[in-house]
């Protein structure tokens, strides 16, 4: 089986305003199809993310166990937050024997399109305990903006 280096992009803004419920789950579509396009083992890698909004910033939140700060990569380009990662198997092949393997390992890379409002220079990131939180500011001018009526 070949290895795809297929990216799977996802609008979670857009998606949000349009579940029709649970089979219809944006994160269920994008593991099927994540699954056909990198096979089953590469989308078991990929991390599960939270994405929240607050009036003043979006905030990213991904589960990504047993992978180090120095294996992770987070890039905004042309709108678009990517996230890069590999969790490396720490067995060795010749002295151990496999009996039961769940987990999974591997690259995997997970890619979303930023809304209009968010601040692609205004961007932290931190990562503890397996948690990497990104925090994305909105941009001032998008924020509402109450005007005075005179007279």
């Known amino acids: 089986m070949a290895e795809s280096k297929d990216v799977i992009r996802w609008d979670p803004f857009r998606e949000l305003e349009r579940w029709a419920g649970l089979s219809d789950l944006p994160a269920f579509r994008l593991a099927r199809r994540a699954g056909e396009a990198q096979g089953e083992a590469a989308a078991m890698v990929s991390p599960a993310v939270d994405i929240t909004e607050a009036d003043d910033k979006y905030v990213v939140t991904a589960e990504i166990p047993g992978v180090k700060k120095d294996d992770l990569t987070i890039e905004i380009q042309d709108g678009v937050l990517s996230i890069r990662g590999e969790k490396r198997s720490e067995r060795e092949e ?42 994305i500011a909105k941009r001032a001018e998008a924020k509402p903006k109450t005007i005075a009526i005179k007279g």
């Open 94 to 135: 010749k002295k151990e024997k496999a009996r039961w393997l769940e987990r999974s390992y591997g690259a995997f890379t997970r890619a979303f399109t930023l809304p209009a409002d968010a601040a692609p220079d205004k961007v932290s990131a931190s990562f503890e305990n397996g948690i990497l939180k990104i925090e």
